[in-house]
């Protein structure tokens, strides 16, 4: 999906990947099989966010890597489908193509998961210089934390002259971690606690904790900065403000992508001049919708569907 000039309004860079989601039906019995239910969708933190916008209705190309493998292809198919533009997305064999694999508890909660995104590597800094013109003419370009440092470094300068604002999605801890030298370069981050503690050093195990840690990261040169807390809600900062947001209760059927929703909806709604406490609770209403879908991102997703039930 692009414009009638054929640019897309958001470029989004980092992992596609296929997901792998198990669960026990019952207690677990270590050191042997355990009847559960896996479940497979097509993932991966950029690729999510990606697909979220595009079904929200925004222009959005898509820079990532592929093997034409199974996964591979699987990933291409469904992300095309979402309407999001492939067109400009690196194939190569080097390495299979990305793959997440989680354990959730019988209550659906994530216990552990593994992320194999070393074909990330492949997204070098010569890659992004020979799409530099699809992201100076982008309106924002997110970046997730999975892209290699001095790739992300090159993609900064590119749009730091642009004038372009770029987000950050943080994926994971470790990811996270590797990129606080740069926190401070990103007009948008979304991270979770855990997360949102690599980038700063900051505690964060609670509201109050998380709102400090959000003025941390406005104080390092970030325009916006939402944390979130799970079940508690979430927490953001900007340089004039800073606030609060409730979670909204509901059935959790699958967590995984419910960050990346909320992410591209923040997105959307700023790129639509919604002032940024309503985009963040647009942004906690999209990862409501998806937390009730078993599907990494919410197929009927809809700006009418946010507003149905947006917090007040």
């Given at each position: 999906m692009t414009n009638s000039n054929g640019t897309a309004e958001v470029v989004v860079v980092g992992a596609a990947c296929l997901d792998v989601k198990g669960r026990p039906l019952g207690d677990i019995v270590a050191g042997t099989s355990n009847p559960g239910v896996v479940q497979i969708s097509v993932g991966g933190g950029a690729r999510n966010v990606a697909e979220n916008l595009a079904r929200l209705g925004t222009p959005t190309a898509l820079l990532s890597v592929i093997c034409q493998d199974d996964f591979g292809r699987t990933i291409m198919r469904q992300t095309e489908r979402a309407g999001?533009?492939?067109?400009?997305?690196?194939?190569?064999?080097?390495?299979?193509?990305?793959?997440?694999?989680?354990?959730?508890?019988?209550?659906?909660?994530?216990?552990?998961?593994?992320?194999?995104?070393?074909?990330?590597?492949?997204?070098?800094?010569?890659?992004?210089?020979?799409?530099?013109?699809?992201?100076?003419?982008?309106?924002?370009?997110?970046?997730d934390a999975n892209v290699p440092l001095t790739t992300a470094e090159t993609l900064l300068s590119i749009c730091r002259a642009a004038e372009v604002p770029v987000a950050l999605e943080p994926v994971a801890y470790a990811p996270a971690l590797r990129y606080r030298p740069l926190a401070g370069a990103f007009y948008l981050m979304t991270p979770n606690a855990v997360e949102a503690q690599a980038l700063t050093g900051l505690p964060v195990a609670n509201m109050a904790q998380g709102s400090l840690a959000a003025k941390q990261l406005v104080a390092a040169g970030v325009q916006i900065a939402i944390i979130t807390l799970g079940h508690d809600g979430l927490v953001y900062a900007t340089p004039e403000a800073s606030g609060y947001v409730p979670s909204i209760e509901g059935e959790i059927v699958d967590p995984t992508g419910a960050g990346d929703a909320l992410t591209a909806a923040v997105v959307y709604a700023l790129l639509n001049d919604i002032p940024v406490d309503e985009a963040v609770r647009l942004g906690v209403s999209a990862a409501s919708l998806t937390l009730a879908s078993n599907d990494t991102v919410r197929q009927d997703l809809s700006l009418e569907s946010l507003y149905a039930q947006l917090v007040i």
């Open positions: 999001v533009d492939t067109d400009h997305m690196l194939i190569s064999c080097e390495q299979h193509s990305a793959a997440y694999m989680a354990l959730q508890s019988a209550e659906r909660a994530l216990l552990v998961a593994l992320d194999d995104t070393t074909a990330i590597s492949a997204l070098t800094p010569e890659y992004i210089s020979d799409h530099a013109s699809l992201l100076e003419q982008a309106r924002m370009v997110v970046i």
